[in-house]
T-cell receptor, first 114, second 111 residues
């Protein structure tokens, strides 16, 4: 069974609304990551976490918050969604050194902000 | 800042012929290289990881690393139509805490 799951898989939101994307992992990995994938940009890191209670900014954190309430769960929060945040979002988990680890990805969440 | 570039952007090969994909990176201190595969906007699947110069084989997938030339490649032996996907190169450097991904190569394997 899948070790990294994401919900929802598809989401339509309105501009200015709040969106929460959820990620759950059963790998018991310390590190978790949120990326977005856009044509022409590839995968870009938004936020990551070393463990429960920690969140760190990635390369493109503006407009996003993250929350890691437990080892298993890592959420990405868009407080005021904008059309530029329309994208496919991927969550990943990994062990070992942050960024040095093999990362295992979820299936992605397709977000459309109207 | 690390730059990772992949070539070609797209590649079509016949079933059973070798497929070769290239990746160049800009940071000579890079020490951690992975190739991922992504089928049709689904999640990424790690294929092979390589950490030192030379070759690393995982089944039909072989990575070659030459850090002096800032180059890592992926060779797929006897590709099948089910190998049609986007292949992503990911690189990280010693002392840094994140992967940098290339934009990918779209591979099409024709029967």
């Amino acid at each position: 069974e899948a070790a990294v799951t994401q919900s929802p898989r598809n989401k339509v939101a309105v501009t200015g609304g709040k969106v929460t994307l959820s990620c759950n992992q059963t790998n018991n990995h310390n590190n978790m990551y949120w990326y977005r994938q856009d044509t022409g940009h590839g995968l870009r890191l938004i936020h990551y976490s070393y463990g429960a209670g920690s969140t760190e900014k990635g390369d493109i954190p503006d407009g996003y918050k993250a929350s890691r309430p437990s080892q298993e769960n890592f959420s990405l929060i868009l407080e005021l969604a904008t059309p530029s945040q329309t994208s496919v979002y991927f969550c990943a988990s990994g062990d070992g050194g942050v960024g040095q680890d093999t990362q295992y990805f979820g299936p992605g969440t397709r977000l459309l902000v109207l | 800042q690390q730059k990772v570039q992949q070539s070609p952007e797209s590649l079509t090969v016949s079933e059973g012929a070798m497929a070769s994909l290239n990746c160049t990176f800009s940071d000579g201190t890079s020490n951690n290289f992975r190739w991922y595969r992504q089928h049709s906007a689904k999640g990424l699947e790690v294929l092979v990881s390589i950490f030192s110069d030379g070759e690393k084989e995982e089944g039909r997938f072989t990575a070659h690393l030459n850090r002096a030339n800032l180059h890592v490649s992926l060779h797929i032996r006897e590709p099948q139509p089910s190998d049609s996907a986007v292949y992503l190169c990911a690189v990280t450097s010693s002392g840094y805490n994140k992967l940098t991904f290339g934009k990918g190569t779209v591979l099409l394997v024709s029967p």
